[in-house]
């Protein structure tokens, strides 16, 4: 047969109402750019430039030789949830029991997991923005309808607890955010989340997805979590992982905490999807979340060097607007002042084009703010060496100095 004969079929409807994830696409050009033979200097992924600590490889290893290669339960081996359960009583003070907990893979799924078990067609699910790029396309999938609640640099990109009391309607179901803050390193404080607390727990049925997979990269201090605060442990789905404080991307491991009843609905939706998480990443996940946080203390110190260095080189920058980030491995600089400037013909209308600018001017790949809820910003991501970084402060510095 003649495959040029072949017809293109027809995708569904979902798939044309939701978009490709920014920063995969820009990992994508970053990848297509480096193999044509270019020097790329990416920033555009939010992946610690770690190995996985030696103790937790040495724990995968022993579960392979263990032969813990066979189907485990949906929701995880109760030893992993029974250690999670440890983990959130002594970092968080939650007391979960382990049919509260559930492990999938990755804490993409445990938030897709939750989205997809509650949310119905026309129920709104309100976004402090900016926000973590998925949240908008997972609510789409369900039949829901994103709501973006606009928070400003000016704000340390917070949102206040009178914004949110205006956005809550008789439709709204659920309330997700990060803290630490995807893509703007915001941490919301003890205080201000009781604010938030005090707002949510006057209307029924109305739940928080708190997302909190940066927890301990944190340079404020400790992080707190909603689900501690009165009974909002009722409201509440914590979710974490190992991926970024670990440095256990490629394990693909995250999990939640939650109401009896809600983690029932997550397993039950899992099951149908991709069933039990990985047996040899649930063991290396054990030894994560038992160890001492201390243990990877060392990397949030690097973290911190990193985040004071760049954050000297961006405020150098001539109309680059940018506020000091709490936590996590990002920073979020408005760059709305070079919208309207040109380098030739090619002119800066908003965040893609100066990202897609950047990209081809000097090679360095970051992400438009637009797919994080704000169109003014670009994340740049400073998980990558002290050199690297350097490297790409300096390209970009070298390539607004070019915009007229």
């Given at each position: 047969m003649n495959n040029t004969s072949i017809k293109q079929g027809q995708v569904s409807e979902l798939l044309e109402k939701i978009t490709e994830s920014a920063t995969l696409a820009m990992a994508r050009m970053s990848r297509e750019l480096a193999q044509q033979g270019h020097k790329v200097v990416s920033l555009s992924l939010g992946e610690p430039d770690f190995d996985t600590p030696d103790f937790i490889k040495d724990a995968a290893k022993k579960a392979i030789d263990?032969?813990?290669?066979?189907?485990?339960?949906?929701?995880?081996?109760l030893d992993v949830r029974e250690a999670i359960c440890r983990k959130f009583l002594r970092d968080n003070q939650l007391?979960?029991?382990?049919?509260?907990i559930v492990i999938s893979t990755g804490a993409k799924q445990s938030i897709a997991n939750t989205i997809l078990?509650?949310?119905n067609p026309g129920d709104e699910v309100l976004m402090p923005s900016p926000y973590w790029v998925s949240y908008a396309e997972i609510v789409k999938i369900a039949g829901g309808t994103p709501v973006e609640l606009l928070a400003s640099i000016d704000n340390d990109f917070k949102i206040t607890p009178s914004q949110l009391e205006a956005a809550i309607k008789p439709n709204t179901k659920l309330i997700i955010y990060?803290?630490?803050?995807?893509?703007?390193?915001?941490?919301?404080?003890?205080?201000?989340?009781?604010?938030?607390?005090?707002?949510?727990?006057?209307?029924?049925e109305l739940?928080?997805?708190?997302?909190?997979?940066?927890?301990?990269?944190?340079?404020?201090?400790?992080?707190?979590?909603?689900?501690?605060?009165?009974?909002?442990?009722?409201?509440?789905?914590?979710?974490?992982?190992?991926?970024?404080?670990?440095a256990m991307t490629g394990w693909r491991m995250g999990y939640i905490g939650a109401p009896k009843w809600i983690a029932e609905a997550c397993t039950k939706m899992q099951g149908q999807i991709t069933s039990?998480?990985?047996?040899?990443?649930?063991?290396?996940?054990?030894?994560?979340?038992?160890?001492?946080?201390?243990?990877?203390?060392?990397?949030?110190?690097i973290f911190k060097k990193r985040r004071d260095l760049v954050y000297g080189m961006?405020?150098?920058?001539?109309?680059?607007k940018v506020n000091l980030p709490e936590g996590a491995f990002y920073f979020f600089p408005d760059v709305s002042d070079y919208f309207g400037k040109k380098d030739g013909d090619q002119v800066i209308n908003n965040a893609n084009d100066l990202s897609m600018y950047l990209l081809r001017k000097e090679l360095v790949a970051v992400v438009t703010g637009e797919a994080f809820g704000d169109p003014n910003c670009i994340r740049i991501s400073y998980a990558a060496a002290e050199e690297?970084?350097?490297?790409?402060?300096?390209?970009?510095k070298k390539a607004l100095a070019a915009l007229r």
């Open positions: 263990e032969n813990f290669t066979h189907y485990p339960p949906v929701n995880g081996f007391q979960y029991s382990p049919d509260q078990a509650l949310v990060s803290s630490p803050c995807n893509p703007t390193g915001s941490v919301y404080s003890k205080s201000e989340l009781e604010q938030f607390a005090a707002v949510i727990e006057k209307h029924d739940y928080v997805i708190s997302d909190e997979i940066y927890e301990l990269i944190n340079f404020s201090g400790k992080t707190h979590s909603i689900a501690a605060v009165g009974n909002m442990i009722h409201r509440t789905i914590t979710v974490n992982g190992v991926s970024k404080a670990f039990g998480p990985s047996t040899i990443s649930q063991m290396a996940t054990k030894a994560a979340v038992d160890a001492d946080p201390d243990s990877v203390a060392h990397m949030i110190e961006l405020k150098e920058i001539p109309g680059i690297t970084l350097i490297e790409a402060m300096n390209r970009i």
